[in-house]
C-alpha cells in the first residue's frame, strides 16, 4: 500500500470552493497532492481568504468567479482549466444555496434559484468536465447532495427536491460511464457548521441535535474526508453511492 500523498499529481475543480465545506474539500485534496481550482459565485473575499490560506499552507490552489447557473461561463472555465492542466482527474459539484420556508409562502424565485443553481449548476459542469475524462478513460466525479434527498425536513420541499435529483443523477451518470472508467459517487451531509445552515441551528439547534445518534453537528472537514476517499484510490472499486455524513441523523 502507498504511503505518500493520495492524490500526488491529479487536477482538481471544485465548485463552491469558497466557503464552508467547498472549501474543506479544496483544502484536503491539495493537501493530498492534487492541484486544485475552485469555482465561486460572488465572494470574492471569501475566496481570497481560502487562497491566502492555501498558499500560506504550500498548496497548490487556484480560483476562478464561475456562477454554476451561466452554462456558457462554465464551458469556458472548464475548458481553460484542462487545457492549462492538460487534464482534469476529478471534479467536485459542491456549489449550493437553500431558500427554506413552508410550501405556501417558498416564491417561484425560492424554487428556480434552488433548482437552478443546485441542479442544473450540476449539468453544467458536468457537460464540458466529462468529454475530458472520457478522452483519458479516467475520471471521479462526487457530488455533494444532503440528507435532506432522502430525509423530510419541515421548509425544504425545494432544496430537498433539488438534492434528491443529484442523488438521482449520481446513479444514473454511474451507470453511463462505468464502462468508461469514471466513478460517480455522492457524499450527502447531515447538519454541517457553515453558513448554510447557521439558521436552522440557531432556530432550532437542540431539537435537531437531539436527533443525531452521535450527538454533534458535522464539520466542513467530516464531509472532506469522504470526499477525499472517493477521489483517491481507496475507493476504486466504489461507483453509484451516496454515503450519508451524518452522524446517523437520517437514521434517527
Ligand atoms: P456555503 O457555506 O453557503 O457555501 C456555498 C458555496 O457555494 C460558496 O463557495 C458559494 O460561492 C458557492 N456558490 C453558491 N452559488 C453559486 C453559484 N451560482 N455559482 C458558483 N458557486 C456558487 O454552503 P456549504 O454549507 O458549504 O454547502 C456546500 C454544499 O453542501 C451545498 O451543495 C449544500 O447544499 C451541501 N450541504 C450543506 C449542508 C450544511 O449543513 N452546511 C448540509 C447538507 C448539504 P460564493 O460565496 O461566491 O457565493
Redesign the pocket.
Known amino acids: 500500500m502507498s504511503t505518500g500523498p493520495l492524490l500526488q499529481d491529479q487536477t482538481a475543480v471544485v465548485?463552491?470552493?469558497?466557503?464552508?465545506?467547498?472549501?474543506s474539500i479544496v483544502l484536503t485534496l491539495a493537501s493530498q497532492g492534487a492541484k486544485v481550482t475552485?469555482?465561486?459565485?460572488?465572494?470574492?473575499v471569501?475566496?481570497d481568504h481560502t487562497l491566502k490560506e492555501a498558499a500560506d499552507l504550500g498548496l497548490n490552489v487556484e480560483a476562478k468567479?464561475?456562477?454554476?447557473?451561466d452554462a456558457a461561463a462554465c464551458e469556458e472555465a472548464v475548458e481553460e482549466i484542462a487545457e492549462q492542466n492538460d487534464k482534469i482527474d476529478i471534479l467536485v459539484?459542491?456549489?449550493?444555496?437553500?431558500r427554506d420556508n413552508i410550501l405556501g409562502l417558498l416564491s417561484k424565485e425560492d424554487v428556480e434559484e434552488v433548482l437552478t443553481?443546485?441542479v442544473i449548476?450540476v449539468f453544467n459542469i458536468l457537460r464540458p468536465v466529462i468529454p475530458f475524462m472520457v478522452s483519458r478513460r479516467k475520471g471521479k466525479i462526487i457530488n455533494?447532495?444532503?440528507?435532506?434527498g432522502e430525509k423530510g425536513g419541515r421548509g425544504q420541499t425545494n432544496?430537498a427536491a433539488s438534492?434528491g435529483a443529484i442523488n438521482a443523477l449520481t446513479k444514473a451518470l454511474a451507470v453511463e460511464l462505468a464502462p468508461r472508467n469514471i466513478r460517480v459517487n455522492c457524499v450527502?451531509?447531515?447538519?454541517?457548521?457553515?453558513?448554510?445552515?447557521e439558521t436552522?441551528r440557531q432556530q432550532a439547534g437542540d431539537v435537531v441535535q437531539s436527533r443525531i445518534l452521535l450527538g454533534r453537528?458535522?464539520q466542513?472537514e467530516d464531509?472532506a474526508n469522504a470526499v477525499l476517499f472517493f477521489a483517491s484510490g481507496l475507493s476504486d472499486y466504489i461507483t453509484g453511492q451516496v454515503l450519508h455524513v451524518d452522524g446517523g441523523f437520517k437514521m434517527s
Open positions: 465548485t463552491g470552493g469558497s466557503r464552508g465545506i467547498g472549501r475552485f469555482l465561486y459565485c460572488s465572494n470574492q471569501a475566496a468567479q464561475v456562477d454554476v447557473r459539484n459542491s456549489a449550493g444555496i437553500i443553481t443546485n449548476g455533494i447532495s444532503s440528507v435532506a432544496y438534492k450527502a451531509p447531515g447538519v454541517i457548521e457553515t453558513e448554510m445552515s436552522i453537528f458535522g466542513p464531509v
